[in-house]
Protein backbone atom coordinates (compact mmCIF):
# COMPACT_ATOMS: atom_id res chain seq x y z
CA UNK A 1 0.00 0.00 0.00
CA UNK A 2 2.94 2.48 0.82
CA UNK A 3 4.78 1.67 -2.44
CA UNK A 4 1.50 2.56 -4.14
CA UNK A 5 1.43 5.82 -2.39
CA UNK A 6 4.71 6.58 -3.35
CA UNK A 7 4.22 5.45 -7.44
CA UNK A 8 1.34 8.20 -7.35
CA UNK A 9 3.27 10.94 -5.55
CA UNK A 10 6.33 10.66 -7.86
CA UNK A 11 3.87 10.21 -10.50
CA UNK A 12 1.91 13.72 -9.67
CA UNK A 13 5.42 16.02 -8.74
CA UNK A 14 8.03 14.89 -11.01
CA UNK A 15 5.73 13.65 -14.06
CA UNK A 16 4.21 17.15 -13.87
CA UNK A 17 7.31 19.30 -14.40
CA UNK A 18 8.19 16.94 -17.09
CA UNK A 19 5.29 16.95 -18.95
CA UNK A 20 5.50 21.43 -19.11
CA UNK A 21 9.66 21.31 -19.82
CA UNK A 22 8.67 22.48 -23.46
CA UNK A 23 5.95 24.95 -23.19
CA UNK A 24 8.10 26.75 -19.67
CA UNK A 25 8.19 30.74 -19.95
CA UNK A 26 10.51 31.97 -18.13
CA UNK A 27 9.51 35.56 -16.87
CA UNK A 28 10.66 38.81 -14.62
CA UNK A 29 8.08 41.03 -13.12
CA UNK A 30 9.41 43.92 -15.81
CA UNK A 31 8.39 41.88 -18.68
CA UNK A 32 5.55 40.51 -17.37
CA UNK A 33 4.14 43.93 -16.57
CA UNK A 34 5.48 44.86 -20.37
CA UNK A 35 3.61 42.09 -21.72
CA UNK A 36 0.01 42.64 -19.70
CA UNK A 37 -0.29 46.33 -20.88
CA UNK A 38 0.51 45.36 -24.73
CA UNK A 39 -2.09 42.35 -24.88
CA UNK A 40 -4.54 42.38 -22.04
CA UNK A 41 -8.29 42.52 -23.26
CA UNK A 42 -9.72 44.66 -20.39
CA UNK A 43 -7.38 47.36 -21.35
CA UNK A 44 -7.74 47.14 -25.00
CA UNK A 45 -11.88 47.47 -24.35
CA UNK A 46 -11.10 50.06 -22.31
CA UNK A 47 -9.41 52.21 -24.58
CA UNK A 48 -12.38 51.38 -27.37
CA UNK A 49 -14.52 53.24 -24.74
CA UNK A 50 -12.13 56.51 -25.12
CA UNK A 51 -12.16 56.21 -29.11
CA UNK A 52 -15.83 56.06 -28.32
CA UNK A 53 -16.68 58.85 -26.57
CA UNK A 54 -14.38 60.82 -28.98
CA UNK A 55 -16.49 59.72 -31.41
CA UNK A 56 -19.78 61.07 -29.44
CA UNK A 57 -17.74 64.31 -29.21
CA UNK A 58 -17.16 64.91 -32.80
CA UNK A 59 -21.38 64.08 -33.23
CA UNK A 60 -22.25 66.62 -30.69
CA UNK A 61 -20.03 69.28 -32.79
CA UNK A 62 -22.69 68.74 -35.61
CA UNK A 63 -25.79 70.99 -36.23
CA UNK A 64 -29.00 69.60 -36.74
CA UNK A 65 -29.98 68.51 -40.31
CA UNK A 66 -32.53 70.60 -42.13
CA UNK A 67 -35.88 69.57 -42.59
CA UNK A 68 -36.97 69.61 -46.30
CA UNK A 69 -41.26 69.23 -47.42
CA UNK A 70 -42.63 68.45 -50.40
CA UNK A 71 -46.45 68.56 -50.09
CA UNK A 72 -49.85 69.67 -51.96
CA UNK A 73 -49.03 67.81 -54.72
CA UNK A 74 -52.02 66.77 -57.02
CA UNK A 75 -51.84 63.32 -58.95
CA UNK A 76 -54.73 63.92 -61.20
CA UNK A 77 -55.12 66.82 -63.92
CA UNK A 78 -57.03 69.93 -62.81
CA UNK A 79 -59.35 71.86 -65.43
CA UNK A 80 -60.42 74.64 -63.26
CA UNK A 81 -57.28 76.83 -63.19
CA UNK A 82 -55.84 79.14 -64.49
CA UNK A 83 -53.40 78.14 -67.27
CA UNK A 84 -50.01 78.63 -65.78
CA UNK A 85 -46.64 77.51 -67.89
CA UNK A 86 -45.21 73.93 -67.74
CA UNK A 87 -42.57 73.69 -64.27
CA UNK A 88 -40.65 70.52 -65.92
CA UNK A 89 -41.22 69.99 -69.87
CA UNK A 90 -44.63 69.68 -70.86
CA UNK A 91 -45.92 68.93 -67.26
CA UNK A 92 -46.66 71.48 -64.48
CA UNK A 93 -49.86 73.24 -66.43
CA UNK A 94 -52.75 72.14 -64.24
CA UNK A 95 -50.39 71.17 -60.72
CA UNK A 96 -49.92 72.62 -57.89
CA UNK A 97 -46.92 71.79 -55.70
CA UNK A 98 -45.62 73.30 -52.45
CA UNK A 99 -41.88 72.58 -51.18
CA UNK A 100 -40.66 73.84 -47.55
CA UNK A 101 -37.17 73.45 -46.24
CA UNK A 102 -36.80 74.24 -42.36
CA UNK A 103 -34.24 74.33 -39.93
CA UNK A 104 -33.62 74.72 -36.20
CA UNK A 105 -31.28 76.48 -34.78
CA UNK A 106 -30.28 75.86 -31.23
CA UNK A 107 -30.66 78.91 -28.86
CA UNK A 108 -29.09 79.76 -25.45
CA UNK A 109 -25.40 78.13 -26.26
CA UNK A 110 -27.35 73.97 -26.18
CA UNK A 111 -24.57 72.87 -28.65
CA UNK A 112 -21.72 73.90 -27.11
CA UNK A 113 -23.16 72.96 -23.63
CA UNK A 114 -23.68 69.59 -25.41
CA UNK A 115 -20.26 69.73 -26.79
CA UNK A 116 -18.67 70.33 -23.35
CA UNK A 117 -20.59 67.56 -21.81
CA UNK A 118 -19.43 65.12 -24.63
CA UNK A 119 -15.84 66.30 -23.50
CA UNK A 120 -15.84 65.63 -20.26
CA UNK A 121 -17.64 61.95 -20.81
CA UNK A 122 -14.10 61.44 -22.66
CA UNK A 123 -12.16 62.53 -19.56
CA UNK A 124 -14.26 60.12 -17.48
CA UNK A 125 -13.79 57.23 -20.03
CA UNK A 126 -9.76 57.96 -19.38
CA UNK A 127 -10.22 58.00 -15.75
CA UNK A 128 -12.12 54.90 -16.04
CA UNK A 129 -9.09 53.08 -18.21
CA UNK A 130 -6.32 54.40 -15.19
CA UNK A 131 -9.11 52.79 -12.78
CA UNK A 132 -9.22 49.47 -14.86
CA UNK A 133 -5.11 49.59 -14.81
CA UNK A 134 -4.74 50.18 -11.13
CA UNK A 135 -6.87 47.31 -10.40
CA UNK A 136 -5.51 45.26 -13.17
CA UNK A 137 -1.71 45.81 -12.14
CA UNK A 138 -2.22 45.16 -7.91
CA UNK A 139 -3.96 41.65 -9.48
CA UNK A 140 -0.83 41.23 -11.71
CA UNK A 141 1.83 41.80 -8.85
CA UNK A 142 -0.02 40.90 -5.68
CA UNK A 143 -0.35 36.80 -8.13
CA UNK A 144 3.15 37.15 -9.39
CA UNK A 145 4.35 37.54 -5.48
CA UNK A 146 2.17 34.29 -5.02
CA UNK A 147 3.65 32.77 -7.59
CA UNK A 148 7.27 33.60 -6.21
CA UNK A 149 6.35 32.57 -2.78
CA UNK A 150 5.19 29.61 -3.87
CA UNK A 151 8.44 28.68 -5.78
CA UNK A 152 10.22 29.09 -3.26
CA UNK A 153 8.17 27.11 -1.02
CA UNK A 154 8.84 24.41 -3.78
CA UNK A 155 12.44 25.21 -3.69
CA UNK A 156 12.51 23.75 0.33
CA UNK A 157 9.96 20.87 -0.37
CA UNK A 158 12.39 19.86 -2.82
CA UNK A 159 15.24 20.14 -1.09
CA UNK A 160 14.18 18.11 1.57
CA UNK A 161 12.53 15.31 -0.26
CA UNK A 162 16.10 14.47 -1.69
CA UNK A 163 17.84 14.78 1.25
CA UNK A 164 15.10 12.90 3.05
CA UNK A 165 15.24 10.24 0.24
CA UNK A 166 18.73 9.59 0.70
CA UNK A 167 18.41 9.22 4.65
CA UNK A 168 15.47 6.92 4.10
CA UNK A 169 16.89 4.65 1.63
CA UNK A 170 20.19 4.52 4.06
CA UNK A 171 17.69 3.80 7.00
CA UNK A 172 15.91 0.63 4.98
CA UNK A 173 19.17 -0.93 4.42
CA UNK A 174 20.21 -0.63 7.86
CA UNK A 175 16.45 -1.78 8.98
CA UNK A 176 17.38 -4.82 6.83
CA UNK A 177 20.73 -5.34 8.45
CA UNK A 178 18.71 -5.46 11.92
CA UNK A 179 20.39 -1.97 13.35
CA UNK A 180 17.79 0.46 13.76
CA UNK A 181 14.03 -0.16 14.77
CA UNK A 182 10.87 -0.28 12.33
CA UNK A 183 9.48 2.63 14.00
CA UNK A 184 12.36 5.20 13.29
CA UNK A 185 12.40 3.80 9.43
CA UNK A 186 8.94 4.59 9.42
CA UNK A 187 9.25 7.86 11.14
CA UNK A 188 11.83 8.71 8.58
CA UNK A 189 9.44 7.21 5.65
CA UNK A 190 6.13 9.47 7.13
CA UNK A 191 7.93 12.52 6.60
CA UNK A 192 8.96 12.03 3.51
CA UNK A 193 5.65 11.37 2.22
CA UNK A 194 4.68 14.04 3.81
CA UNK A 195 6.88 16.58 2.07
CA UNK A 196 5.65 15.12 -1.18
CA UNK A 197 2.17 15.52 -0.16
CA UNK A 198 2.53 19.36 0.74
CA UNK A 199 4.78 19.58 -2.80
CA UNK A 200 1.94 18.34 -4.51
CA UNK A 201 -0.83 21.04 -2.66
CA UNK A 202 2.24 23.66 -3.86
CA UNK A 203 1.76 22.32 -8.15
CA UNK A 204 -2.27 22.99 -7.53
CA UNK A 205 -2.13 26.44 -6.14
CA UNK A 206 0.21 27.56 -8.28
CA UNK A 207 -1.81 26.10 -10.97
CA UNK A 208 -4.50 28.44 -10.23
CA UNK A 209 -2.38 31.48 -10.11
CA UNK A 210 -1.00 30.33 -13.82
CA UNK A 211 -4.81 30.55 -14.50
CA UNK A 212 -5.13 34.01 -13.48
CA UNK A 213 -1.65 35.01 -14.48
CA UNK A 214 -2.45 33.35 -17.89
CA UNK A 215 -5.91 35.27 -17.87
CA UNK A 216 -4.59 38.61 -17.18
CA UNK A 217 -1.25 38.21 -19.78
CA UNK A 218 -3.20 36.80 -22.98
CA UNK A 219 -1.17 33.20 -22.97
CA UNK A 220 -2.21 30.03 -24.63
CA UNK A 221 -3.48 27.13 -21.93
CA UNK A 222 -0.65 25.16 -22.64
CA UNK A 223 2.10 27.06 -21.24
CA UNK A 224 3.45 27.39 -17.95
CA UNK A 225 5.27 30.18 -16.14
CA UNK A 226 8.29 30.82 -14.13
CA UNK A 227 9.24 34.29 -12.47
CA UNK A 228 12.74 34.53 -13.09
CA UNK A 229 13.17 37.38 -10.44
CA UNK A 230 14.70 36.69 -6.90
CA UNK A 231 11.92 36.38 -3.91
CA UNK A 232 13.23 39.48 -2.21
CA UNK A 233 11.65 42.25 0.26
CA UNK A 234 10.77 45.75 -1.64
CA UNK A 235 14.00 47.78 -2.13
CA UNK A 236 12.23 51.30 -1.45
CA UNK A 237 12.29 52.86 2.40
CA UNK A 238 9.00 53.91 3.76
CA UNK A 239 8.58 56.72 6.31
CA UNK A 240 5.96 57.67 8.48
CA UNK A 241 6.87 61.53 7.26
CA UNK A 242 5.77 60.31 3.72
CA UNK A 243 1.85 59.98 4.41
CA UNK A 244 0.59 63.59 4.57
CA UNK A 245 2.22 63.62 0.88
CA UNK A 246 1.24 60.11 -0.42
CA UNK A 247 -2.85 61.77 0.39
CA UNK A 248 -2.10 64.75 -1.39
CA UNK A 249 -1.02 62.91 -4.19
CA UNK A 250 -3.97 60.16 -4.11
CA UNK A 251 -6.04 63.04 -4.36
CA UNK A 252 -4.58 64.07 -7.73
CA UNK A 253 -3.47 60.90 -8.33
CA UNK A 254 -6.41 58.20 -7.66
CA UNK A 255 -8.77 57.13 -10.94
CA UNK A 256 -11.41 57.00 -8.11
CA UNK A 257 -11.21 60.72 -6.91
CA UNK A 258 -10.58 61.50 -10.61
CA UNK A 259 -13.55 60.09 -11.48
CA UNK A 260 -15.69 61.35 -9.07
CA UNK A 261 -14.00 64.86 -9.57
CA UNK A 262 -15.18 64.74 -13.32
CA UNK A 263 -18.66 63.61 -12.60
CA UNK A 264 -18.94 66.92 -10.18
CA UNK A 265 -17.75 68.68 -13.51
CA UNK A 266 -20.30 66.87 -15.40
CA UNK A 267 -23.18 67.30 -13.20
CA UNK A 268 -22.49 70.92 -13.01
CA UNK A 269 -22.66 71.20 -16.58
CA UNK A 270 -25.55 68.97 -16.94
CA UNK A 271 -27.24 72.02 -14.94
CA UNK A 272 -26.18 74.69 -17.75
CA UNK A 273 -27.97 72.86 -20.00
CA UNK A 274 -30.67 72.42 -18.24
CA UNK A 275 -31.25 75.82 -17.47
CA UNK A 276 -30.30 76.60 -21.53
CA UNK A 277 -33.26 74.23 -22.10
CA UNK A 278 -36.21 76.46 -21.07
CA UNK A 279 -35.05 78.80 -23.59
CA UNK A 280 -36.99 77.53 -27.00
CA UNK A 281 -35.12 76.55 -30.14
CA UNK A 282 -36.08 78.84 -32.79
CA UNK A 283 -37.41 76.95 -36.45
CA UNK A 284 -36.44 79.48 -39.52
CA UNK A 285 -38.18 78.47 -42.59
CA UNK A 286 -38.22 79.06 -46.51
CA UNK A 287 -41.42 77.43 -48.37
CA UNK A 288 -42.33 78.14 -52.12
CA UNK A 289 -46.15 77.28 -53.02
CA UNK A 290 -46.68 76.96 -56.81
CA UNK A 291 -50.42 77.74 -57.78
CA UNK A 292 -51.92 77.15 -54.47
CA UNK A 293 -52.74 81.19 -53.61
CA UNK A 294 -53.35 84.63 -55.58
CA UNK A 295 -50.09 84.32 -56.74
CA UNK A 296 -48.53 81.70 -59.21
CA UNK A 297 -45.42 81.02 -57.64
CA UNK A 298 -45.38 82.24 -53.99
CA UNK A 299 -42.09 82.43 -52.09
CA UNK A 300 -42.41 82.90 -48.26
CA UNK A 301 -40.04 82.80 -44.87
CA UNK A 302 -41.47 81.86 -41.53
CA UNK A 303 -39.84 81.38 -38.20
CA UNK A 304 -41.40 78.88 -35.31
CA UNK A 305 -40.92 79.05 -31.91
CA UNK A 306 -42.22 77.10 -28.93
CA UNK A 307 -43.97 79.50 -26.03
CA UNK A 308 -42.57 78.46 -23.07
CA UNK A 309 -45.91 78.66 -20.86
CA UNK A 310 -46.72 75.21 -19.58
CA UNK A 311 -43.12 73.54 -19.41
CA UNK A 312 -40.01 75.43 -18.49
CA UNK A 313 -37.83 72.63 -17.58
CA UNK A 314 -38.55 73.25 -13.34
CA UNK A 315 -38.17 69.37 -12.76
CA UNK A 316 -34.91 68.65 -14.65
CA UNK A 317 -33.71 71.46 -13.49
CA UNK A 318 -34.33 70.40 -10.00
CA UNK A 319 -32.54 67.26 -10.65
CA UNK A 320 -29.77 68.51 -11.69
CA UNK A 321 -29.17 70.71 -9.04
CA UNK A 322 -29.53 67.67 -6.74
CA UNK A 323 -27.37 65.93 -8.73
CA UNK A 324 -24.47 67.89 -7.99
CA UNK A 325 -25.23 67.98 -4.07
CA UNK A 326 -24.88 64.00 -4.62
CA UNK A 327 -21.04 64.14 -6.67
CA UNK A 328 -19.72 65.92 -4.49
CA UNK A 329 -20.88 64.26 -1.25
CA UNK A 330 -18.95 60.98 -3.54
CA UNK A 331 -16.19 62.97 -4.09
CA UNK A 332 -15.53 63.55 -0.13
CA UNK A 333 -16.33 60.28 0.55
CA UNK A 334 -13.72 58.82 -1.99
CA UNK A 335 -11.06 61.27 -0.67
CA UNK A 336 -11.80 60.14 3.18
CA UNK A 337 -11.63 56.33 1.82
CA UNK A 338 -8.30 57.11 0.35
CA UNK A 339 -6.94 58.85 3.39
CA UNK A 340 -8.28 55.82 5.66
CA UNK A 341 -6.39 53.43 3.60
CA UNK A 342 -3.14 54.87 3.32
CA UNK A 343 -2.79 55.12 6.54
CA UNK A 344 -4.11 51.61 7.42
CA UNK A 345 -1.90 49.48 4.77
CA UNK A 346 1.31 51.48 5.90
CA UNK A 347 0.48 50.78 9.38
CA UNK A 348 0.07 47.22 8.20
CA UNK A 349 3.59 47.92 6.08
CA UNK A 350 5.05 49.45 9.00
CA UNK A 351 4.38 46.80 11.50
CA UNK A 352 5.33 43.62 9.08
CA UNK A 353 8.78 45.68 8.34
CA UNK A 354 9.68 45.78 11.76
CA UNK A 355 9.50 41.84 12.01
CA UNK A 356 12.06 41.88 8.53
CA UNK A 357 14.84 43.24 10.77
CA UNK A 358 15.62 40.41 12.59
CA UNK A 359 15.68 38.69 9.12
CA UNK A 360 18.85 39.12 7.47
CA UNK A 361 20.72 37.05 5.06
CA UNK A 362 23.04 35.69 7.43
CA UNK A 363 20.46 34.55 9.87
CA UNK A 364 19.11 32.87 6.90
CA UNK A 365 22.66 31.39 6.11
CA UNK A 366 22.92 30.30 9.43
CA UNK A 367 19.35 28.51 9.66
CA UNK A 368 20.78 26.62 6.09
CA UNK A 369 23.77 25.70 7.77
CA UNK A 370 22.29 23.93 10.88
CA UNK A 371 20.37 21.95 8.70
CA UNK A 372 23.29 20.29 7.11
CA UNK A 373 24.93 20.29 10.39
CA UNK A 374 21.80 18.23 12.05
CA UNK A 375 21.43 15.91 8.77
CA UNK A 376 25.53 14.71 8.98
CA UNK A 377 25.28 14.26 13.19
CA UNK A 378 21.74 12.82 12.44
CA UNK A 379 23.37 9.97 9.74
CA UNK A 380 26.45 9.69 12.03
CA UNK A 381 24.16 9.06 14.59
CA UNK A 382 25.61 11.83 16.64
CA UNK A 383 21.74 12.85 17.48
CA UNK A 384 18.65 11.77 17.34
CA UNK A 385 15.66 11.07 15.37
CA UNK A 386 13.51 13.11 17.81
CA UNK A 387 16.48 16.21 18.04
CA UNK A 388 16.80 15.62 14.42
CA UNK A 389 13.21 16.02 13.59
CA UNK A 390 12.75 18.67 16.08
CA UNK A 391 15.28 20.95 14.33
CA UNK A 392 13.70 20.40 11.00
CA UNK A 393 10.22 21.20 12.09
CA UNK A 394 12.12 24.33 13.44
CA UNK A 395 13.88 24.59 10.28
CA UNK A 396 10.82 24.56 7.75
CA UNK A 397 8.96 27.22 10.35
CA UNK A 398 11.28 29.91 10.13
CA UNK A 399 11.88 29.28 6.46
CA UNK A 400 7.94 29.59 6.17
CA UNK A 401 8.01 33.07 8.33
CA UNK A 402 10.67 34.74 5.86
CA UNK A 403 8.89 33.95 2.94
CA UNK A 404 5.85 35.18 4.77
CA UNK A 405 7.21 37.96 5.84
CA UNK A 406 8.73 38.96 2.57
CA UNK A 407 5.47 37.65 0.68
CA UNK A 408 3.25 40.23 3.15
CA UNK A 409 6.14 43.08 2.68
CA UNK A 410 5.43 42.81 -0.71
CA UNK A 411 1.65 42.95 -0.71
CA UNK A 412 1.67 45.66 1.58
CA UNK A 413 3.99 47.83 -0.59
CA UNK A 414 2.04 46.97 -3.60
CA UNK A 415 -1.00 47.58 -1.60
CA UNK A 416 -0.09 51.28 -0.41
CA UNK A 417 0.82 52.52 -4.42
CA UNK A 418 -2.56 50.89 -5.01
CA UNK A 419 -4.16 53.28 -2.76
CA UNK A 420 -1.91 56.27 -3.42
CA UNK A 421 -2.57 55.57 -7.05
CA UNK A 422 0.74 55.79 -8.53
CA UNK A 423 3.96 53.89 -8.05
CA UNK A 424 6.09 54.86 -5.23
Not at 26 to 47: G, M, P, W
Not at 104 to 129: C, F, M, P, S
Not at 346 to 367: C, G, M, P, R, V
Not at 402 to 414: A, F, G, V, W
Amino acid sequence: MKKHILIVLYIHVFGFFSAQVSDTITISRKEAEAVFLANNLDLIAQKLEISQAEARTIQAKFWPNPTLSISEVNLWKTYDIEAQPALIGNWGKSSQVAVEIEQVIQTAGKRRKNIELAKIDVDGEQYELQEVLRELKKTLRNTVTEILYNQEQQKIYQGQIASIEKLTKSYNNQLSLGNISKAEYVRLKAQEIEFKKKLISLHQEIQEQQVELKALLILPAKKYIVISDPFTMPEKDLSELEVDQWTEKAKENRPDILMAKNQEKYAQKNLELQNAMKTPDVTVSMNYDRGGNIMKDFVGVGVAVDLPIFDRNKGNIQEAKLEIEKTKIETRKNVLKSENEISSVFKNYIKTKEISHDIDDAYESTLDGLLISHEKNFRLRNISMLEYMDFLDTYIGNKMIILDTKKELNQYYENLQYVVGQDL
